[in-house]
């Protein structure tokens, strides 16, 4: 079937003209309740923007929440950052000997590549030992970011201590052990063996 160019452009004009007028009905009609739909939208987006923005600041200070334990007690001086060492868990370690001596080892991780272990101090309490890890980094350098795990054994002046239960405190992290007998040696006949030093006897016991 042949169509002369006068009966085409009648189809093309037939199919067309519906969407033509039913987009001038919109164009004529509804401008400004499209225009209060679309402002409606631009806030929208400004809105869910400035959460997104409100998250994504917010996001390091829980990071940070997470890590407490090594922020909690900060502290800087001219050249170094000093801060709390993270302890994950302790171990109890008793050497076979008399009187017996008692190690904790202290296992967590350094923050980066530069941060070491700086200081070590125990103090006992009645039956609880405290111990304080702390650590320091320099101040201005740029370190790696990936976390160094590290082991730290720390001897606990147990020599004297009467029978019975101790905990053991590490930067928070606590554990326990049990002397089953005075961690003493007894003197024999009421009198102890002592090494003293003269110019004569070069040391001698009495």
């Keep these: 079937m042949k169509l002369t160019a006068n ?3 009648v189809k093309v004009k037939n199919i067309y003209n519906p969407c033509l007028l039913q987009y ?3 164009k004529n009609g509804d401008v400004k309740l499209i225009k209060k739909s679309t402002i409606r939208l631009i806030v929208m987006m400004i809105i869910t923007s400035l959460i997104m923005l409100s998250g994504c600041t917010q996001a ?12 909690e007690s900060e502290s800087q001086d001219g050249d170094y ?29 350094l923050p980066d590549g530069c941060t070491e272990i700086d200081r070590v101090e125990e103090e006992r309490d009645g039956n609880v030992f405290t111990v304080t890890i702390t650590t320091k980094r320099p101040k201005d350098m740029m370190c ?14 147990v020599y004297g201590l009467k029978a019975g239960r101790y905990d053991v405190n590490v930067n928070s992290v606590t554990n ?12 024999v006949g009421g009198v102890s ?11 001698s016991t009495v």
């Design 7 to 9: 009966r085409f452009a």
């Design 24 to 26: 001038m009905n919109i």
């Design 60 to 71: 390091p200070d829980s990071a940070n929440d997470s890590d407490t334990q090594d922020n």
């Design 81 to 109: 950052i000093y801060r709390t060492a993270v302890v994950e868990s302790t171990e109890i370690l008793v050497l076979e000997s008399f009187p017996v001596q008692i190690h904790v080892i202290a296992i967590g991780y």
């Design 144 to 157: 790696t970011q990936a976390i160094v795990p590290y082991e730290e054994e720390v001897p606990l002046y």
């Design 176 to 187: 326990s052990f049990e002397l089953t007998t005075d961690n003493i040696i007894e003197d």
């Design 193 to 203: 063996g002592t090494n003293v030093f003269t110019e004569d006897n070069n040391g």
